[in-house]
């Protein structure tokens, strides 16, 4: 893409190396990379507007899974720890705890997708095939030779297990992405909670909501 069509104007992908480097001279910093800012963030900063936007999403539950195998593999030691010593179930009410109160946590890695999408952007769905994206562009923007084949480029690490999550979890995935799976017709999980599970559910949202605020008291100074 980046050959045929040149560089992203908000793409920085040393942004997060940089992070700690640049707070620690004072120099003032976005809140999350370019190219992990909202919509709202940036629309004020691209002039002229674009004719034309889309954007590709994937499943609320999918993308979580492939974030929580993402951490095991980050160069932040503290997120690393979080995803080795935390069961999906236990690491995905950190995350979500953390980014209610604060979207950019993690880069804006766990933040709803459609905050990042203009409301008349050209959606495409991850599980149907980054084909069709290439498909789209090739019909709007011909280039010569074209574009055969879009890779995934930074596919998740395989985990042992599948990562799965109880029901009470589950709901907090389904209340926290409702704006994806409203805007983007994704089928919301759900699982019956019994009594057992729900007891279970609050003493681990109590030891979660303790390390989400270890997270965000370690987010301000770039060690996580």
């Known amino acids: 893409m980046t050959s045929r069509y040149g560089r992203p104007e908000f793409l920085d992908r040393f942004w997060g190396v940089?992070?700690?480097?640049n707070m620690r001279r004072g120099m003032a910093m976005t809140p999350a990379s370019p190219q992990h800012m909202t919509w709202d963030d940036i629309s004020g900063q691209i002039d002229p507007a674009p004719d034309l936007s889309f954007g590709v999403v994937r499943d609320p539950l999918a993308r979580l899974r492939s974030e929580y195998a993402h951490q095991h593999r980050s160069p932040y030691l503290f997120r690393r720890l979080l995803a080795w010593g935390s069961s999906f179930s236990l690491w995905t009410r950190v995350a979500l705890l953390a980014a209610r109160e604060n979207?950019?946590?993690?880069?804006s890695h766990i933040r709803p997708q459609a905050d990042f999408l203009p409301s008349d952007a050209r959606v495409f769905r991850f599980e149907d095939g980054l084909d069709k994206v290439v498909t789209w562009i090739d019909q709007i923007a011909p280039v010569e030779g074209g574009l055969d084949h879009m890779p995934h480029s930074l596919p998740s690490r395989k985990l042992r297990r599948k990562p799965d999550l109880g029901p009470e979890e589950l709901a907090l995935v389904a209340d926290f992405y409702a704006k994806d799976y409203a805007s983007f017709g994704y089928e919301i999980p759900v699982l019956p909670v019994d009594v057992t599970s729900r007891h279970k559910a609050g003493?681990?949202?109590?030891?979660?909501q303790w390390l989400a605020q270890r997270v965000l008291s370690l987010y301000p100074s770039a060690r996580i």
């Open 103 to 107: 979207p950019y946590i993690f880069d």
């Open 203 to 208: 003493l681990d949202q109590k030891y979660a």
């Open 18 to 21: 940089n992070r700690r480097e």
